[in-house]
Nanobody, 125 residues
Framework: QVQLVESGGGLVQAGGSLRLSCAAS???????IGWFRQAPGQEREFVAT????????DYADSVKGRFTISRDNAKTTVYLQMNMLKPEDTAVYYC???????????????????WGQGTQVTVSS
């Protein structure tokens, strides 16, 4: 059974920073691992994704210039460094993995077959 486990969430003041981690277990190959987020009463939205090599990265417009995604392939771990946080960043953050090769950046939740349980990020004003 493949498992993804997020950690690093918490409460932070607006303008502050948090670093999220996503650790995989169970053994599997992925082309991309990404982050999504969902606030109460809202849809799950794409945040960022990174390729197997760790060199190809894509971001939602709302987080460009503030968030950085990276991947440690040896440890099967993906990180999301979040800087200059805003109250509108408050959400449950999920990591997700794609199990097949992609020719373009996967931005839809429908392209991800494995999901973690999520970690809460709360940004106070």
């Amino acid at each position: 059974q493949v498992q993804l486990v997020e950690s690093g969430g918490g409460l932070v003041q607006a303008g502050g920073s948090l670093r999220l981690s996503c650790a995989a277990s169970g053994g599997f190959f992925t082309s991309y691992i990404g982050w999504f987020r969902q606030a109460p009463g809202q849809e799950r939205e794409f945040v960022a994704t990174v390729s197997r090599s760790g060199t190809l990265r894509d971001y939602a417009d709302s987080v460009k210039g503030r968030f950085t995604i990276s991947r440690d392939n040896a440890k099967t771990t993906v990180y999301l460094q979040m800087n200059m946080l805003k109250p509108e960043d408050t959400a449950v953050y999920y990591c997700a993995a794609v199990g097949s090769v992609k020719d373009s950046f996967p931005r839809s939740h429908r392209e991800y077959g494995y999901w973690g349980q999520g970690t809460q990020v709360t940004v106070s004003s």
